[in-house]
């Protein structure tokens, strides 16, 4: 199982994954917590890519099918990604649909 750190400020949910990899491996996991969350009412979340080093495509699968179920109600957010998961979210256009942030603090301030 997927260690997460989960933390919420006023209705956003911050998690951070507790993984250098969101691949085949821990997508599943990864992609259940986060559905778990969003039916608990967190519609509105920020994941902070802090550790994570590499993302596949079930990783973003992941991402995509949580970005559907909060649907127009709510959003997700990333934040400390890095220049190779960027360059990622640009090739797959998803850097158009997902808002990446610096950090937090400009994160929260962005919802």
Do not use: W, Y
């Not at 778990?36 to 994941?47: M, Q, T, V, Y």
């Not at 993302?55 to 949580?66: E, P, Y």
């Amino acid at each position: 199982m997927m260690k997460l750190d989960i933390k919420n400020q006023q209705d956003i949910c911050i998690i951070t994954p507790g993984t250098t990899r969101l691949d085949a491996s821990t997508a599943v996991d990864f992609k259940t917590a986060l559905l778990n969350l969003i039916k608990e009412n967190n519609i509105r979340i920020l994941l902070n890519l802090e550790q994570v080093e590499f993302i596949d495509s079930s990783g973003l699968g992941a991402i995509i099918s949580a970005l559907r179920q909060v649907g127009v109600k709510g959003d997700i957010k990333l934040c400390n990604v890095n220049k190779q998961i960027m360059e990622l979210l640009r090739l797959t256009k998803l850097d158009k649909i997902l808002d990446s942030f610096e950090n937090e603090k400009t994160a929260l301030e962005g919802f």
